[in-house]
């Protein structure tokens, strides 16, 4: 039973030595890590005409979506309506779906063809307009 007791004792000797020597180590590391620079806040850049193309057929895809699911739930609301023999609640339910989704759709095809037209332009532009701008790298500013 003695040597229980000492492999016991011997255990948990290790497990504090360990720990104090782990603390140390850990504490050293916090002390020479300099302390992180004051992180400047960063202007996210403009979307690119690309991008405006991309954003603008994603505002279709989100407004033909839309208007499926105002349609489908109009539709469904007016079956189960007509089933439950209430035909004019029915065909109420129906047009109110019909009529979302056409929102749904034109508000979604007007914001994306406009995003589309504006990508279109400012990548045609990016072809015909040269910058003017003084690069200081260069040897002297046109004249």
Known sequence: MSTRIHSVIAALFLLATTSVVGSRTYAQQQ????????????????????????????????????AAGNVA?????????IVTLHPVKGVGNVGKGVGLGAKDAGVGAAKGS?????????????LFHHSHKYNPNESAPPQ
């Open 73 to 81: 739930k109009g539709t469904g609301k007016g079956a189960v309506d």
């Open 114 to 126: 406009g995003k589309i037209v504006k990508g279109t332009g400012r990548g045609i532009g990016h």
């Open 31 to 66: 002390q020479t890590t300099p302390p992180p620079a004051q992180a400047q806040p960063t202007v996210p850049p403009g979307r690119s005409p690309g991008g405006d193309v991309g954003s603008g057929a994603g505002d279709i895809g989100k407004g033909a979506g839309g």
